[in-house]
């Protein structure tokens, strides 16, 4: 007579349902076989429920072994794991520190990029300026001509007024 799925196929369902995530249920350790009653499966998922805290503190990962070498296992698991989460816990810190640099360099290249911008909107202000300023010599020597040959004129009016008076009293 057969007892149905055996126990370690259930085993590494339920384990498999588990690694994905999900909580190993009768369902789902079912449909990870593909075949099983509920109540067998059932039964022997109660089972690996039990045997999963030993599991995870590590206690039948060295079955046969004197407790003294357990101990000794488990308390350098307990250090490796240790280690480990401080080295995790460095390089996410380091993580943090790039991902602000690389902000920081972000927001620099966008002040840069403004700055550049400003510069350039100073640099035509000032060609402008200069255009203005050629233009406005332009003027003034123009202005300075046209009051040269109205001083001449005036010059010339006021000798002729002279003359004229001059002749005037003869």
Same mark, same amino acid.
């Given at each position: ?33 593909? !075949? +099983? ?8 998922? @109660?089972?690996?429920?039990? =045997? &999963?805290?030993?599991?995870? /503190? ?31 816990e460095q390089s996410l810190t ?10 920081l360099l972000a927001d620099r ?6 700055? !550049? +911008? ?8 000032? @060609?402008?300026?200069?255009? =203005? &300023?050629?233009?406005?010599? /332009? ?10 040959r109205v001083e001449a004129e ?17």
């Amino acid at each position: 007579m057969a007892l149905g799925v055996p126990e370690d196929e259930v085993f590494a369902a339920a384990d498999a349902v588990l690694a994905r995530g999900e909580r190993p249920t009768v369902k789902r350790v079912r449909q990870e076989l593909g !075949r +099983g009653s509920p109540a067998r499966v059932g039964s022997l998922l @109660d089972i690996w429920w039990g =045997q &999963l805290a030993k599991r995870v /503190e590590g206690e039948t990962r060295l079955p046969g072994m004197p407790r003294e070498v357990t101990e000794a296992f488990l308390a350098l698991w307990q250090q490796a794991t240790t280690f480990a989460q401080g080295v995790a816990e460095q390089s996410l810190t380091t993580i943090n520190q790039a991902a602000d640099l690389e902000q920081l360099l972000a927001d620099r290249d966008a002040q840069i990029d403004d700055l !550049r +911008g400003q510069c350039q909107e100073l640099k035509n202000k000032h @060609d402008e300026t200069l255009s =203005q &300023l050629g233009e406005y010599r /332009e003027q003034l020597h123009q202005s300075q001509r046209v009051l040269e040959r109205v001083e001449a004129e005036l010059a010339r009016a006021l000798e002729a007024a002279a003359r004229e008076r001059a002749r005037s009293k003869d």
